[in-house]
């Protein structure tokens, strides 16, 4: 499917009066950083997680997403008054459907937990004791008993 504005209800408007220009929006950091810091859970949260900063347009902040459904509904409303709350100042949102790369918090966060789950069992399979106790009393390990230390950062809360 083609990346084009979506239709009404995709796009939000904020109840407040529009932004003056020293008040529009502006990003100061990667969304990629910002999205999965915003105080938001659920739906919203999925939304801001695959979602990809195309832009701002006055006081319409654009993202793209790859599914539809995200763009619609209270969700919607959620990420426009967390993104209200952060940039101080009202804003809308609008919504291109279209093909997502890995510029979303979601994509990002895929690779880092891959790279993390192989790190872990490298570091398994390479430990000298593990080795030892494998060689010791033909023991295995099973592939999915593996699991890196560090615990996923969870969505609206500060790293």
Do not use: Y
Not at 52 to 77: H, I, Q, S, Y
Not at 116 to 123: L, M, S, Y
């Amino acid at each position: 499917m083609p990346a084009g504005p979506a239709e009404t209800p995709a796009e939000v408007r904020s109840a407040a009066a529009p932004a003056n220009p020293a008040g529009l929006p502006q990003l100061t950091e990667p969304w990629i950083d910002l999205a999965p810091r915003l105080p938001i859970k659920g739906i919203a949260a999925q939304l801001a997680l695959q979602s990809e900063w195309v832009g701002v347009d006055g006081n319409t902040v654009v993202l793209r997403v790859a599914n539809k459904g995200l763009a619609e509904g209270p969700g919607v409303d959620r990420l426009r008054g967390a993104l209200e709350a952060h940039f101080g100042a009202p804003v809308r949102l609008r919504f291109e459907i279209g093909t997502t790369g890995d510029n979303t918090a979601h994509a990002v966060a895929q690779v880092e937990r891959q790279a993390r789950q192989q790190a872990a069992e490298e570091a398994i399979m390479g430990d000298p004791f593990v080795r030892q106790l494998l060689d010791d009393f033909g023991g295995q390990i099973v592939p999915d008993s593996i699991r890196p230390e560090n615990p996923e950062p969870t969505q609206g809360t500060s790293p």
